[in-house]
């Protein structure tokens, strides 16, 4: 009997390392409860990055996570959604960062759109989500806008199966106003680390005409840890209308990369405050306003508008 009792707990003790299942979240909605619903205007967030179990103090990443996503619900209440680029857990599957990262979303009600990261390739397991493919793309709508969300892990050789995806989800959603694409390998950067990486030449190089073809208003990214605005772009280049690319920091603390000196051509704005950061994007027929603060005193520290 001792044996036997000893044997499940060691059972439930690896699950437990092993994955967080969703229906264990807490209370956590995914954007599949509230995808394809109407509104003339909304508004949402954006979250780079909260990567909890990076740092050395996981019960202090959760309080940064959990304090930059109290205060976006008090100062941003009535955003229908909340979507990350990536990179939500440091270890793929490691049930206690899992729960770090979803308790504090349960806790303040809003509902998730994840991405694929390099550091959570299997993230997406935990969820139900709409019109996902085999490889870790999914897209839904929501108002008027499009919102296609990308598994970069996949490569350059994966590249004619997203641009496929990418195809099927804009030929069935022709009236969408707006389209955004939300991958977490940034390719328009200003890390001092990666800014001349031959990775990020290839994504840029690969997926840009993609975007140009499609048609793709804004692009939301991650995985370098600083925020960083584009000019509009198209082919590679900056243009009067075009693909605004966003670079999203860290929405928790966990980690942050330091900024290269002096703009790259591409570069509308570059921060870093080395301060929890969120986005607030809101999405009328005819504007995008997009709103950045540091979460720890809610200071805009970006703003800009494109419009139609």
């Not at 996570?65 to 976006?72: G, K, P």
């Not at 270890?91 to 990262?101: K, M, P, S, V």
């Not at 200003?190 to 804004?218: C, E, K, N, Q």
């Not at 920091?249 to 000196?261: A, C, L, P, Q, T």
Request: hydrophobic share 45%.
């Amino acid at each position: 009997m001792l044996k036997k009792f000893f044997a499940a707990a060691v059972a439930l003790a690896m699950l437990a390392s092993f994955a967080y299942p969703a229906s264990a979240a807490g209370g956590v909605r995914s954007i599949n409860e509230i995808a394809g619903t109407q509104a003339e205007s909304f508004s949402f967030i954006a979250a780079g990055d909260p990567q909890l179990g990076a740092g050395s103090s996981p019960d202090l990443q959760r309080a940064g996570w959990l304090a930059s996503l109290t205060n976006a619900a008090q100062a941003w209440g009535d955003a229908a959604f909340l979507l990350t680029a990536g990179d939500n857990i440091n270890t793929n599957r490691d049930g206690a960062q899992l729960a770090a990262f979803l308790e504090p979303l349960a806790e303040t009600g809003f509902a998730l759109a994840p991405t694929v990261g390099n550091h959570d390739p299997d993230i997406l397991e935990n969820f139900e989500l709409p019109n996902r493919d085999g490889l870790g793309n999914y897209w839904y709508t929501y108002g008027n806008a499009l919102f296609m969300h990308l598994n970069t892990n996949n490569g350059a050789g994966a590249i004619f199966k997203m641009a496929g995806f990418l195809r099927a989800a804009v030929r069935a959603n022709p009236d969408a106003a707006w389209k955004f694409v939300i991958f977490h390998h940034t390719f328009y950067t200003a890390a001092a680390s990666r800014v001349t990486s031959a990775d990020g030449y290839m994504r840029r190089l690969l997926y840009a005409p993609l975007f140009d073809l499609f048609g793709i208003d804004m692009a939301l990214m991650g995985h370098d840890h600083i925020y960083v605005r584009s000019k509009p772009m198209k082919f590679w280049l900056p243009c009067n209308s075009g693909t605004t690319y966003v670079t999203l920091n860290s929405s928790s603390g966990s980690k942050f990369y330091d900024m290269v000196n002096g703009k790259r051509y591409y570069t509308q704005v570059q921060l870093q405050p080395k301060a929890p950061m969120l986005t607030r994007i809101d999405v009328t027929p005819r504007a995008l306003t997009l709103t950045t603060c540091r979460t720890d005193t809610m200071e805009v520290l970006d703003t800009c508008v494109i419009t139609k």
